[in-house]
Nanobody, 121 residues
Framework: QVQLVESGGGLVQPGGSLRLSCAAS????????MGWYRQAPGKQRELVAS???????NCQDSVKGRFTISRDNAQNTVYLQMNSLKPEDTAVYYC???????????????WGQGTQVTVSS
């Protein structure tokens, strides 16, 4: 089984920081890319940031300068450092990975269970 397990969510005050982690485990041959999505109440799930196998990153304009995505390939882990948090950042954050389970299998998308981030005074 392939599992993506997120951690690091919680309740923080505006202007505070959180660091989200997502560890992938199980039958994994290679991870090609990982990303963080979020879904606020009543809104569609949206891509926040992603990082590809070559290390290139992408961030949504609303979080540029505040959020940083990084990767530890040796641990199959992706991080999202969130600084200067705003109430509008409140959402469930989901980890996504594009990976192959075995040498000759196709690339597949997997999702974590989500972790709640709440920014409020």
């Amino acid at each position: 089984q392939v599992q993506l397990v997120e951690s690091g969510g919680g309740l923080v005050q505006p202007g505070g920081s959180l660091r989200l982690s997502c560890a992938a485990s199980g039958s994994i041959f290679r991870i090609y890319g990982m990303g963080w999505y979020r879904q606020a109440p009543g809104k569609q799930r949206e891509l926040v940031a992603s990082i590809s196998s070559d290390g290139s990153t992408n961030c949504q304009d609303s979080v540029k300068g505040r959020f940083t995505i990084s990767r530890d390939n040796a641990q199959n882990t992706v991080y999202l450092q969130m600084n200067s948090l705003k109430p509008e950042d409140t959402a469930v954050y989901y980890c996504n990975a594009l990976l192959s389970r075995y040498r000759y299998t196709s690339r597949e998308n997997y999702w974590g269970q989500g972790t709640q981030v709440t920014v409020s005074s």
